[in-house]
């Protein structure tokens, strides 16, 4: 007994594989197809039937032999699979003699209907959901560089008001402080010139005397 896995698509035709050598008219035997794993003998759950030559009995329209049966071809084809269709499926050559028949198991499996159908938005919705993802992500780096300038810018800004504060501070008191000095200062040699200045009018007398003294000899 040999096992083989099918697959298709819900809604196609599929060909389950069965054939046997046939080499004189002797070789040509009656088969049946059936519904699950094959038995003892005979079909469990019969779906068609061949003498050997033609296709005898058949269960559905969709279930047909294509192949030259009488060469040994004996290969299932069903329409218009359904999800009913699947499971195993037994090809049985009836060969005359104890333990004789030629069995095959065949799995048949069906590709549900949403596989086949979205396949395609699958594949469209991953392009479209992709572009808005790349998009998004360069605002969010855009927006990062801002809140990064706005944290150190105020750091620095603190620092610096506060030493510029102390020495404009002391600029201004040393500035004020010569000032101060020069202006006491003027005062003193301003005062000192105003006294000898009083002490010459008071010696100028002198040659004023001197002059009345010389009118009395003129007069003798």
Known sequence: VSDTVVKVRKGQSVKLPCTYSVRQVSD???M???QGM????????????????????????RYQLHGAIANG?????ISNVGIRDKGMYCCRIEIPGLFNDIKRNLNLKIDP???????PPFSISALTTRAPLTTTAPPLTTTAPPLTSMA?????TTPPTTPTSDTTTSATTTT???????????PEPTT???????????TTPSPTTTIFQSNPASTE
């Not at 094959?38 to 033609?54: A, F, H, L, M, Q």
């Not at 209907?113 to 396949?119: A, V």
């Not at 004020?176 to 003027?186: E, F, K, Q, Y």
């Open 28 to 30: 040509i035997s009656v």
């Open 32 to 34: 049946c197809w059936g």
């Open 38 to 61: 094959c038995p003892i003998s005979k079909c469990s759950n019969e779906i068609v039937r061949t003498d050997g030559w033609k296709v005898t009995s058949a269960q559905s329209h």
């Open 73 to 77: 071809d004996v290969s299932l084809t």
């Open 113 to 119: 209907d949403s596989c086949e159908m979205l396949s």
């Open 152 to 156: 150190v810018l105020p750091r620095p």
């Open 176 to 186: 004020t402080a010569p000032p101060l000095a020069i202006t006491a200062a003027l």
């Open 192 to 202: 000192a010139p105003v006294t000898p200045t009083s002490d010459l009018p008071a």
